[in-house]
């Protein structure tokens, strides 16, 4: 179940699952993301419990949507919760692009198995010798 941030439990949740992923000394990045960025939850069905996260924006003038971050507890992880949420985005536009690292095997399977394309690399994006993959969706008519 895709849902805003509704409580003070989800905000609780949301900083709880973003420190798990990233690590606890990334709060000021935590604070950048809910700043600047358009925030979505994965909850699951049965007791409402926040299994994940997605930050992302709107680019008006291009008219695509960017995902910058997007998080699953790790005990959450391979139910779909992930694809749940990057699908949910793909059904409000035409267009959806992200970075991702090249490393990052699962998350590039992940957008691969929604129909993503790389359509460039990066060198040295997330520091010297850590290149990203720049990924693309775009809806078939
Ligand atoms: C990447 C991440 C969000 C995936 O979330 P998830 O809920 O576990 O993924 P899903 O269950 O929705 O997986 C959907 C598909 O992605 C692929 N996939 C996901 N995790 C995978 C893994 N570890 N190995 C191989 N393929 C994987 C599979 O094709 C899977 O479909 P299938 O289960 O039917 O085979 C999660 O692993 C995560 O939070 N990672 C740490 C943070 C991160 O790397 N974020 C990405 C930043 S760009």
Redesign the pocket.
Known sequence: MISEIESQDDVASLISIFSE??GAETLSEFVSNIQSNLCLLVKDYAGGVV??YVFYDRDMRENFIE?T??????K?????????M?DHICSQTDCVR????SN????I??Y???GFKEILTIENYYGVGNDAIRMEWKRIR
Do not use: Y
């Not at 959450?76 to 749940?84: A, I, K, L, N, T």
């Not at 990052?104 to 998350?107: E, H, R, V």
């Open positions: 992923v990233w299994t994940g995902i971050d997007i998080g699953v507890a790790e959450h992880r391979g139910r779909h919760f992930g694809q749940e990057v992200l970075c991702v690292r990052n095997g699962s998350a399977s992940l691969t198995s929604l």
